[in-house]
């Protein structure tokens, strides 16, 4: 294997303070990739910089990879797309369009086994990126605690006895991480994705005042990606965050909830106990769900959800008190915010944000 290469975590900001993907260390043509593994390209040669994720498919520092099934109308110009002998014909006018190299593979090779063959070469043979490590000297850290060797961990962050903090993993300022708290596993990933021997060179992004309690569990991003815990969310104990979800700041999610992969959180969101979110869902922003709810589809803005499935009963203010609604409008008893209901969309008459 390529010798991995160190970065600050400072490159892989944006004006946001998002964390952008890792890439190789090393990167690779795509008619090297092809003819290692016995495939074809069609379309222009170009460098493999990393491996794209179907969630997060916009494509930072150059060309991805997209699997068979990903909509090529939502990929970017300079993209390789894995595809199917067969189905090639179908979509050369848009790989043609888009500027987008194919590496096409026999129609009896089962669409995710080709994709991990060449995510496992790759790894293999090109190395990968790494947080520089770095760690705060206000930072407290139990000597009972296993702290891996690419991390940042930032100032006045805490890390108590037992908790583990996984490679990749960083940990902005004021955060904390309570006993046996796990960030940074690999052993939970999407569906789409099976775990491999080299799985995910991905991490974990916890931004400042972050908390995640006892026993919880955050696993690692896949391919290079990061799972994100936005500021001054708070994770209760007993919590298990499957890899690649985005929890935007001032959430709030208490025990014993389960969210799978690629979940999204907006800001502002409260889940119950026992809350499942099942892969790929996102839940808007200010949304409460009750307890025990298990959370198939899209949950709207403002919304009061709970039940198996889930399902709205009612609007929420962001202060989590349920709204009275008359006509088109809807007002909180307790902090006086006022809300325009329009169908299903609930907006603040003044912002909120």
């Known amino acids: 294997m390529q010798n991995s290469v160190a970065i600050s975590a400072l490159r892989l900001t944006d004006d946001q303070g998002r964390p952008g993907p890792l890439g190789f260390a090393k990167p690779i043509a795509a008619s090297a990739l092809a003819a290692a593994l ?48 067969g189905k090639y014909d179908m979509k050369l006018a848009a790989i043609k369009e888009k500027d987008i190299t194919a590496i096409v593979y026999p129609a009896n090779y089962p669409s995710q086994s080709v994709s991990v063959e060449i995510a496992k070469y790759l790894y293999w043979h090109c190395g990968t990126e790494l947080l520089a490590r770095s760690i705060h000297p206000s930072a407290s850290i139990s000597e009972l605690a296993f702290i891996s060797e690419s991390v940042v961990i930032s100032k006045d962050v805490y890390v108590a006895p037992f908790a583990v903090v996984g490679p990749n993993s960083y940990l902005g300022p004021g955060s904390s991480l309570k006993p046996r708290a796990v960030i940074g596993s690999r052993d939970q990933m999407s569906s789409q994705f099976p775990v491999l021997p080299t799985n995910s060179f991905g991490g974990v992004w916890l931004a400042d005042n972050s908390a995640i309690g006892a026993a919880s569990h955050v696993a690692a991003g896949c391919f290079g990606t990061f799972t994100f815990v936005g500021s001054q969310t708070k994770v209760d104990n007993l919590v298990s965050i499957g890899s690649t979800a985005s929890i935007e700041r001032e959430c709030s999610i208490v025990a014993c909830s389960i969210l799978e992969a690629n979940v999204t959180l907006k800001k502002g969101v409260w889940l119950g106990p026992n809350v499942t979110v099942k892969e790929g869902v996102t839940i808007n922003k200010y949304a409460y769900l009750g307890s025990g709810s298990w959370v198939c589809n899209a949950i709207p803005a403002f919304t009061w959800a709970a039940g ?46």
């Open 38 to 85: 016995g495939l074809k390209i069609h379309g222009p040669d170009r460098l493999i910089l990393r491996i794209g994720h179907p969630a997060n498919n916009t494509g930072i520092n150059g060309s991805i990879i997209l699997e068979d099934n990903q909509s090529l109308d939502s990929t970017i110009a300079g993209a390789i797309v894995i595809t199917q002998q």
């Open 308 to 353: 198996v499935p889930a399902r709205a009963f009612g609007i929420v203010c962001r202060c989590k008190k349920k709204l009275l609604v008359s006509e088109h409008l809807a007002h909180c008893n307790r902090c006086h915010e006022t809300y325009r209901i329009n169908g299903s969309q609930v907006t603040p008459v003044k912002s909120v944000e």
